[in-house]
Nanobody, 124 residues
Framework: QVQVVESGGGLVQAGDSLRLSCTAS????????MAWFRQAPGKEREFVATISYSGHSTYYDNSVKGRFTISRDNAKNTVYLQMNSLKPEDMAVYYC?????????????????WGQGTQVTVSS
């Protein structure tokens, strides 16, 4: 069982920046593909960004491309989501997901473990 814990959410104003962190347990973190998803009230969970086990490959949803950056530090078992130029439509609960096998994916059903989520609130 892999434990996944997100942190870094909060209340910011439109245009501000925020960095989310996600720590996953286990000695094989450097083999996991990682991703961030988000879910706004009344909406389905949606893909935000994903990163390969090495960090060399990333993929973003078009809605965040150019504003968000996903990165990882395998020595710290941590993946980050740097969010810049935040918009009110970015407001959601952000979830970190761990995929133990396979390549990066934007599909939530291809991830094995999930965190509890961290709330990001963006005021206009």
């Amino acid at each position: 069982q892999v434990q996944v814990v997100e942190s870094g959410g909060g209340l910011v104003q439109a245009g501000d920046s925020l960095r989310l962190s996600c720590t996953a347990s286990g000695r094989t973190f450097n083999t996991y593909r990682m991703a961030w998803f988000r879910q706004a009230p009344g909406k389905e969970r949606e893909f935000v960004a994903t990163i390969s086990y090495s960090g060399h490959s990333t993929y973003y949803d078009n809605s965040v491309k150019g504003r968000f950056t996903i990165s990882r530090d395998n020595a710290k078992n941590t993946v980050y989501l740097q969010m810049n130029s935040l918009k009110p439509e970015d407001m959601a609960v952000y979830y970190c997901a761990v995929g133990r096998f396979g390549w990066i994916s934007q599909h939530d059903y291809e991830y094995n473990y999930w965190g509890q989520g961290t709330q990001v609130t963006v005021s206009s």
